[in-house]
């Protein structure tokens, strides 16, 4: 399932670890907004994602990535709201080895 807001997601592997990692980017056009209109937008996008959580199978691989989603969103909100993140710089979250999202993501269903 794919909901489109305002940053983007890599899967990356860290070839000089060998650990992977997340890579966020927030748009262009979300990042010209007024801080503003960023926590609103991304107010939004945590009810979308929080619908949808509603109708997938607490089971699936699918929800478990959707819930890192909204948790890491969830989590940058009150940054966003007070202009305290550079939006233009990548985010990069480090996924520990043996981790329920390693997993996930090894298993190739994140989208």
């Known amino acids: 399932m794919l909901i489109d807001g ?3 997601i890599r899967l990356m ?6 650990e992977r990692e ?5 748009r262009t056009d979300f990042q010209e907004l007024e801080k503003e209109q960023q926590a609103a937008i991304l107010s939004d996008y945590i009810r979308q ?7 997938l199978d607490q089971q699936s691989q699918e ?3 959707m819930m890192t989603i909204v948790q890491f969103t969830e989590s940058i909100y009150p940054h966003i ?3 305290e993140i550079p939006l233009e710089e990548t985010i990069v ?14 298993s190739g269903s994140l989208h």
């Open 93 to 106: 979250i480090e996924i520990e080895q043996g981790s329920p999202l390693s997993a996930l993501i090894g």
């Open 22 to 26: 997340i890579h966020i980017d927030f």
């Open 6 to 8: 305002p940053f983007s």
């Open 63 to 65: 929800y478990q990535g």
């Open 49 to 55: 994602l929080n619908g949808q959580l509603q109708t």
């Open 81 to 83: 709201a007070e202009g």
């Open 13 to 18: 592997e860290n070839t000089e670890t060998l």
